[in-house]
T-cell receptor, first 116, second 114 residues
């Protein structure tokens, strides 16, 4: 199956700094990628849809100025958490549709962000 | 709009016993259905999917699920579980048109005990 690689797997940063998370489709092109956030023992909540060559579409309640998304190529989307605070600590996961008719979503391995 | 309900937040079971994880969905349009498994601090891995055709779908690791349109259910089953099946399981739905987003259930924690 298709492979989505997410980097880094974990990161610790100081409050007030910014952190960039990369999501790459390794063996297929992805014009669309999705970014999710997962709190401990909870389900995945969609944050935004990343669109290659255009602006991301954010879900209601997600601050677009805080969670910057850039989809500069057909294989790379980045999520930058700006001016991070402890409440931004979470598990962030990206996914990209692929397969016949793009019916299946392939997920990255996730990024554990801890803001101290 | 779609929604997914996973009726059990936790399911404890002994090794080699059968298990069923329940999933119900609601949607006003036709949907695709998925089951994913998540191990600690990892992304999601697809277990199986229903797109069309046979309502009984077989997936990886011995799991299977049955799509029941009249009951709007997509329950996941395994006849004999292993310790290694301990993980979080998510049911998800998306509409059949376009690249629409996945809607996830709250998840079911399967705990297999020796």
């Amino acid at each position: 199956g298709a492979v989505v690689s997410q980097h880094p797997s974990w990161v610790i940063c100081k409050s007030g700094t910014s952190v960039k998370i990369e999501c790459r489709s390794l063996d297929f092109q992805a014009t669309t990628m999705f970014w999710y956030r997962q709190f401990p023992k909870q389900s995945l909540m969609l944050m935004a849809t990343s669109n290659e060559g255009s602006k991301a579409t954010y879900e209601q309640g997600v601050e677009k100025d805080k969670f910057l998304i850039n989809h500069a190529s057909l294989t790379l989307s980045t999520l930058t958490v700006t001016s991070a605070h402890p409440e931004d600590s979470s598990f962030y996961i990206c996914s990209a549709p692929s397969g016949t008719g793009r019916t299946e979503a392939f997920f990255g391995q996730g990024t554990r962000l801890t803001v101290v | 709009a779609q929604s997914v309900t996973q009726l059990d937040s936790q399911v404890p079971v002994f090794e080699e016993a059968p298990v069923e994880l329940r999933c119900n969905y609601s949607s006003s349009v036709s949907v695709y259905l998925f089951w994913y498994v998540q191990y600690p601090n990892q992304g999601l891995q697809l277990l199986l999917k229903y797109l069309s055709g046979s309502t009984l779908v077989k997936g990886i690791n011995g799991f299977e699920a049955e799509f029941n349109k009249s009951q709007t259910s997509f329950h996941l089953r395994k006849p004999s579980v292993h310790i290694s099946d301990t993980a979080e399981y998510f049911c998800a739905v998306r509409s059949t048109g376009g690249y629409n987003k996945l809607i996830f259930g709250a998840g079911t924690r399967l705990a297999v005990h020796p």
